[in-house]
């Protein structure tokens, strides 16, 4: 009878992943991130993550900010539902769910367009809505 804030999670968490995959944690992405600025061939780690489809991400104003899926992440800009439940950012951003909570709320991973590496963000809404990446275990 606890609130979402109370809630503890069990390492790995499968989520609505399949059989074998689960919900990466904030961990799993910073060791993603630390691996792409160890072998990244690209400008900055953000281009490295992102799609190269400009279906996904619009033209960034600096070149050194185009997507170019150097390691396979295939990341689209698939923007997301904020608490006003409203779809916004297409195109330009995306949110991805970590398994990490705590009281102070959800951990989202964040790439913008504009942005030269995933920054983390927490969010204390629970109606908020992004994308989920599934890995394997």
């Not at 995959?21 to 992405?29: F, G, L, T």
Request: net charge negative; glycine share 6%.
């Amino acid at each position: 009878e606890g609130s979402w804030k109370d809630s503890k999670l069990e390492k790995p968490v499968q989520g609505i992943c399949p059989e074998g995959y689960h919900i990466p944690s904030s961990a799993e992405w910073d060791t993603l991130t630390a691996f792409v600025n160890k072998f990244r061939e690209s400008k900055n780690e953000a281009a490295s993550l992102k799609a190269k489809s400009w279906d996904s991400w619009y033209p960034p104003d600096n070149k050194d900010l185009e997507g170019t899926n150097e390691f396979g992440t295939n990341i689209d800009a698939s923007g997301f539902v904020g608490k006003d439940n409203k779809y916004v950012y297409a195109n330009k951003q995306v949110y991805l769910w970590t398994s990490d909570a705590d009281s102070s709320g959800f951990a989202l991973q964040h790439l913008s367009i504009t942005s030269s590496k995933m920054d983390r963000e927490i969010h204390n809404y629970p109606r908020v809505k992004a994308a989920i990446r599934c890995v394997e275990d």
